[in-house]
């Protein structure tokens, strides 16, 4: 298990990027409140969320979206995969909710 300073620094990392997206999306369309732990992204038009949020104690992060919540770990090769083996990647995960719920496509290059 990844220890409480690389996951902080990695988790960190993640919601920057994820962040970083949101801004530079139409703020018509797309709004995000970030806390330490914790990104919702709304939807502008539905009013529909997508909550990334830390699991710290498990050093996992999950994601509400799709109608369901799912669990990532962190991999040996430095990506987040989903906890239920189908080999889901956390933001490409966070880019297909948000393009569900909102219609937009987040540039999480």
Same mark, same amino acid.
């Given at each position: 298990?990844?220890?409480e300073a690389?996951? %902080?620094m990695? =988790? /960190?990392? =993640?919601? %920057?990027? *994820? =962040? /970083?997206?949101?801004?530079?999306a139409d703020p018509d369309l797309l709004d995000a409140d970030s !806390?330490?732990?914790m990104v919702t992204v709304t939807s502008m038009k539905t009013q529909e969320k997508v909550v990334v949020n830390t699991q710290r104690a498990v050093r996992q992060i999950w994601v509400a979206g799709k109608g369901?919540? *799912?669990?990532f770990s @962190?991999? @040996?090769?430095?990506?987040? *995969?989903?906890?239920?083996g189908q080999g889901r990647e956390l933001l490409s995960w966070? /880019?297909?909710?948000?393009a569900e719920a909102?219609?937009? !496509?987040l540039d999480l290059g």
């Open positions: 298990m990844m220890d690389n996951y %902080s990695s =988790v /960190k990392q =993640v919601f %920057s990027r *994820l =962040v /970083k997206a949101i801004d530079a !806390t330490g732990d369901q919540g *799912l669990h @962190p991999s @040996p090769d430095g990506r987040w *995969l989903d906890d239920r966070v /880019k297909e909710c948000v909102a219609g937009v !496509t």
